[in-house]
């Protein structure tokens, strides 16, 4: 499939693929694309087990991955051997720019890098056919997640998204709110090196004490970065102390509804765990 975009450049796509084959090298996984019906149904049910739902209610069912492949869209797994260990899910949008909006991905095996390869082989595919952007949503409470996604990959979040997907009754959601970041990741752009510094003029307005957000200041007026705190283990916490994880969810959607109202972005997160929000 080719798009109208136009073409990011030989030098850039030319990285991008070495960058995948390296990383993916390293994770010692093979990524390739999912064709045809066994393979997304291997994928189903790979999501089905890595987010703990009943099997005839996966996260994404195998008929929307068979049509997205089909058409075209991103439909991508992570092979150790002959297993599938992780898979990785997209399709084109336009709004606000041409862009592969990733809607889910996910590992069985954490820790070893396969996350990772997934999204540099997403950012090779999309550089190949003239996308420069990739957007997707994720939980803010999820405090690896954001370091992930803001520190690792570079990208940054532009909007604060209320109970998105309504309630969520799988293993890791828990039927909390599902509250969201939506994202915006430019393939062009080199990631941070490290995690941000503390801005010396930040405003903490979300900390934690004993376990529990605490409101520490209001949105500063003249636009100063901001700090908020999230929990260490959310997914922990909803089993083992479901109030606090909802605590968490109201403090930190409080902070960052106007946070983002007020023109700010999440561009970081501290070495503590803590998002920078700057304007």
Known sequence: MTTTAPFPGPALLADAR?????????AAVRIRPLEGLAAVR???????RIWRTEADRPPVAAEVLRAVEHAGGYVAGAYDG???????SGFLGLAPELTLHSHISGVTIPGRGIGLALKLHQRAWALERGIETVTWTFDPLVRRNAWFNLVKLGAVGLEYLVDFYGPMPDGLNGGAASDRLFTRWDLTSA???GGAADPADAVSVVEERDGFPWPAAPLPAAGR???VSVPDDVERLRVSQPAAADAWRVAVRDALVPAFADGYRATGVTRDGRFVLTR
């Open 191 to 193: 990631p941070p090196a």
């Open 225 to 227: 970065p901001v700090l």
């Open 82 to 88: 002959s297993e599938l260990v992780g898979a990785s």
């Open 18 to 26: 070495r960058q995948a084959s390296a990383v993916a090298a390293e």
């Open 42 to 48: 291997s994928a189903e049910a790979l999501f089905v």
